[in-house]
Antibody
Framework: QVQLQESGPGLVKPSETLSLTCSVS????????WSWIRQFPGMRLEWLGY???????NYNPSLNSRVSMSVDTSKNQFSLRLTSVTAADTAMYYC???????????WGQGILVTVSS | EIVLTQSPATLSLSPGDRATLSCRAS??????LAWFQQRPGQAPSLLIY???TRATGIPARFSGSGSGTDFTLTINNLEPEDFAVYFC?????????FGQGTRVEIK
């Protein structure tokens, strides 16, 4: 059974870097692409990007190069890094599997990240 | 980027009713459209992909249709657990985008 679990700090100061990790179980991380998606207060969803351990990635240009993602195959984990955060980055952050045929078919439970001093 | 417009914003129905949700794309996304259900306090979960294919374990009362710019999610015989928020998502263009959601509430 495929399971994903986000981890990381729930509070980040403005101008600092948000770093989250997604631990994957039940499947090899090398077999799929992996996405990060966030949901703002008020429900709006934003796809941040995806990554594969072969180096392929695609990021949302709306983030103005603040985002990067990486994969650690030894730990079956992938990570998100978002620099220069502001209050507008306060959201629930989800990691999700990205199947070539089905899209985002498995999601983590999400982690709430608040940007505040 | 592709804008997905969902309507209505809220649908007030009773258990046993039929729900018809719409998702319109700002340009053609072929059949690369998915529907997600989000219950309170939970992550979105995949219902339909490629416009009309039910994901694993999704009951037959959920059906999707459409292609190009106009898509519909139909839920027949609403069950209590179906009252939730529904999102559409396109994965034809980068970046992938979501609709703003339709809330199906108990009348």
């Amino acid at each position: 059974q495929v399971q994903l679990q986000e981890s990381g700090p729930g509070l980040v100061k403005p101008s600092e870097t948000l770093s989250l990790t997604c631990s994957v179980s039940g499947v090899s991380i090398s077999s799929y692409y992996w996405s990060w998606i966030r949901q703002f207060p008020g429900m709006r969803l934003e796809w941040l990007g995806y990554i594969h351990d072969n180096g392929n990635n695609n990021y949302n240009p709306s983030l103005n190069s603040r985002v990067s993602m990486s994969v650690d195959t030894s730990k079956n984990q992938f990570s998100l890094r978002l620099t220069s955060v502001t209050a507008a980055d306060t959201a629930m952050y989800y990691c999700a599997r990205d199947s070539s045929s089905r899209g985002n078919d498995y999601w983590g439970q999400g982690i709430l990240v608040t940007v505040s001093s | 980027e592709i804008v997905l417009t969902q309507s209505p914003a809220t649908l007030s129905l009773s258990p046993g009713d039929r729900a018809t949700l719409s998702c319109r794309a700002s340009q053609s996304v072929s059949s690369s459209l998915a529907w997600f259900q989000q219950r309170p306090g939970q992550a979105p979960s995949l219902l339909i992909y490629d416009a009309s294919t039910r994901a694993t374990g999704i009951p037959a009362r959920f059906s999707g249709s459409g292609s190009g710019t106009d898509f519909t999610l139909t839920i027949n015989n609403l069950e209590p657990e179906d009252f939730a928020v529904y999102f559409c998502q396109q994965r034809y263009f980068w970046p992938r985008t979501f609709g703003q959601g339709t809330r199906v509430e108990i009348k």
